[in-house]
């Protein structure tokens, strides 16, 4: 079963290669930026916070048949694509169907653009150089 923070950020990883979150009545929405600093953007928040009012049913990234609500059940996990690394879903029992979204990205990937990331939280990292530092006092 993949975490709610693994799907969030399957989803904030495809954005940012231009993939749309699809919705039950046809609704596409692809929120810019995802990244804002090193957080995710309200944009993308905003995006998340829509799909998990439905609790994920019915919404899902284009070039995928998985929808939100099936990535969070137990059945299915988020693995990375043996050809780009990018987060994929896998089932966890049984044949994988499926296939990554890069399948139609022709310009992925690419190792000459700038990687899909997740925002850094420079807190925490602060917070371990100074971990580090008091240590060797
Ligand atoms: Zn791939």
Do not use: H
Request: proline share 9%.
């Amino acid at each position: 079963m993949a975490s709610s923070d693994q799907v969030k950020q399957y989803l904030a990883y495809w954005f940012q290669l231009g993939k749309r979150l699809k919705f039950d009545r046809g609704e596409a929405v692809l929120p810019q930026p995802v990244i804002q600093g090193n957080r995710y953007s309200p944009e993308f928040e905003a995006c998340w916070q829509q799909a998990l009012r439905v609790e994920g049913r019915d919404c899902y990234l284009e070039g995928t048949d998985q929808t939100v609500a099936d990535l969070l059940s137990s059945n299915w996990d988020v693995t990375d694509c043996a050809r780009c690394g990018m987060p994929v879903p896998t089932i966890n029992l049984g044949v994988q169907p499926g296939s990554c979204p890069c399948f139609d990205l022709s310009t992925w990937p690419n190792p000459d653009l700038p990687q899909p990331r997740s925002p850094v939280d420079s807190r925490t990292q602060l917070e371990q150089i100074r971990d580090r530092l008091s240590q060797g006092s």
